[in-house]
Each structure stands twice: as structure tokens, then as C-alpha cells.
């Protein structure tokens, strides 16, 4: 079965600093690779997501991701935050398969300071 | 109007009380799932339907049960509620991988559960 493991639970950051959040996972067959972002009192959304090309993507609000297949890892990065990034992200994996189930990670809480 | 709607959206509840969370949607998803968050635990798997028929078990489905009326609709009931069942309780829908291979889910908005 697929583990998600995001390495840190709380980041605090200021406004126009740059982000990078770890995420990796352990599976050893094709995987599918997914943020989602949820903004306080809200329900989860799509940041980005990976299948297969380009290892790194683009989503949305400025944010990517990069795929390094050969240490299991997804980290999402951000050149300069802002406030209203404030958020808690999670990473979440499932496998190539069709009948597998997304897996999620624990949850990174990002507070970006004005 | 939401794609996937979760009814009730907050609901204190005692012990040992019966309580069914619903939730419904309009994407015209095959699958649905039920997923629970706990600060610090993330999101982890209750129970998940691929389609009207189908019902599986997930991570952590003990103490809970799940019914899939329709292909719009999928519920979730705690028989008998117990207060390490509070938690913010989220549904969501994904396509048949077997025709798009996206793997997304789409969210609803939450139900958070209080058990006195």
C-alpha cells in the first residue's frame, strides 16, 4: 500500500519569501501525484497535479511541483508567498492502478505573516 | 450551488446517539468516497463506493457504515456515536479511472461532528 509522508507539520513564513514544502511517498509502481491546498474554514482544492511528461508542473496561484521518481519525491515550491496563502497543504499519492484510493499525507500548516 | 454537498454541516451530538451524514452530487461521478480529518492525522479513508454496487472498506471503517442509494447520493452512518468520532468529516467524488485516468477527487465542503 502507498504512505504519504509531508516533512513538516507547521512553516511559518513572511510575505515574499519563498516556500518549498517535502512530500514523499513510498510505492514502488507508477504513481499519480497530487496538492491540494485547504484555506481556513474550507473545503480541499486542486493545487496541481502529476501523471505522467513534464516531472515539473504548474498549477495554480504560482505554485509547482516536481517529480524526482528516483527519490520518491513531489515537493511543492513557491518563489514568493503572500498572505493569502495561508493554508494548510497536503500531499496526497495513489497508484497507477485504476481501482486504487488517493492517500494523503498529514498536512502541512503554512502561515505566511504580512 | 455546490458540485458536492454534504448535509449537516454542523452537528453536536451525545453518545451513543445515531447519526447519518449525507452527501450528494451533480458531477455525475461513478465514485464516491468518505474521508474524515483529524488535526494532525490529515485525511484518512473511511468508506468508498466505484459505483452503486460497490462498497469497500478504508483505512480506519470500524464503528461506521456507508449506503449508496444512488450514483448521486453516498452516506455514512455512525450506529452508535462515540466522542473520538468527533472529527470534520468530508465527502468526495472521483471519475472512473478506467475511462479518465485523472485520479482527482472533488470535495465537498465538510460536516463537522461533535460527540458529547
Known amino acids: 500500500a502507498q504512505s504519504v509522508s509531508q516533512h513538516n507539520h507547521h512553516v511559518i513564513l513572511s510575505e515574499a519569501a519563498s516556500l518549498e514544502l517535502g512530500c514523499n511517498y513510498s510505492y514502488g509502481g507508477t504513481v499519480n501525484l497530487f496538492w491540494y491546498v485547504q484555506y481556513p474554514g474550507q473545503h480541499l482544492q486542486l493545487l496541481l497535479k502529476?501523471?505522467?511528461?513534464?516531472?515539473l508542473v504548474k498549477g495554480i496561484k504560482g505554485f509547482e511541483a516536481e517529480f524526482i521518481k528516483s527519490k520518491f519525491s513531489f515537493n511543492l515550491r513557491k518563489p514568493s508567498v503572500q498572505w493569502s496563502d495561508t493554508a494548510e497543504y497536503f500531499c496526497a499519492v495513489n497508484a497507477g492502478s485504476g481501482y486504487s484510493t488517493l492517500t494523503f499525507g498529514k498536512g502541512t500548516m503554512l502561515l505566511v505573516s504580512p | 450551488d455546490a458540485d458536492v454537498t454534504q448535509t449537516p454541516r454542523n452537528r453536536i451530538t451525545k453518545t451513543g446517539k445515531r447519526i447519518m451524514l449525507e452527501c450528494s452530487q451533480t458531477k455525475g461521478h461513478d465514485r464516491m468516497y468518505w474521508y474524515r480529518q483529524d488535526p494532525g492525522l490529515g485525511l484518512r479513508l473511511i468508506y468508498y463506493?466505484?459505483?452503486?454496487?460497490?462498497?469497500n472498506k478504508g483505512e480506519i471503517s470500524d464503528g461506521y457504515s456507508v449506503s449508496r442509494q444512488a450514483q448521486a447520493k453516498f452516506s455514512l452512518s455512525l450506529e452508535s456515536a462515540i466522542p473520538n468520532q468527533t472529527a470534520l468529516y468530508f465527502c468526495a467524488t472521483g471519475e472512473d479511472r478506467r475511462r479518465s485516468n485523472t485520479g482527482e477527487l472533488f470535495f465537498g465542503e465538510g460536516s463537522r461532528l461533535t460527540v458529547l
Open positions: 463506493s466505484f459505483d452503486v454496487k460497490d462498497i
Open positions: 502529476y501523471f505522467s511528461g513534464d516531472p
